[in-house]
């Protein structure tokens, strides 16, 4: 029902995506281990509205886990 010269198109702007969301986590974990290895807990800010959500998990995870921190 497509055309393949689209499929193959968007497949490849997908796989571009991919790429690059897993080079940002990388390069966010290489951070985060680097803060850990420091001592340092260096959170936030959230981007309200957008982020609210992120804010409700980590708090709730936090909490979870029995890491609870004062909110930043």
Not at 25 to 50: C, F, H, I, T, W
Not at 53 to 59: C, L, N, Y
Request: hydrophobic share 35%; proline share 3%; charged share 30%.
């Amino acid at each position: 029902a497509f055309e393949r010269e689209f499929v193959e198109a968007q497949q490849a702007a997908y796989m571009e995506t991919c790429i690059e969301d897993d080079e940002i986590g990388e390069r966010m974990d290489a951070g985060r281990k680097a803060l850990l290895a420091r001592g340092d807990n260096e959170v936030g800010p959230y981007q309200s509205p957008m982020e609210d959500g992120m804010q409700h998990f980590h708090d709730w995870y936090r909490e979870a886990m029995g890491t609870a921190t004062t909110k930043a």
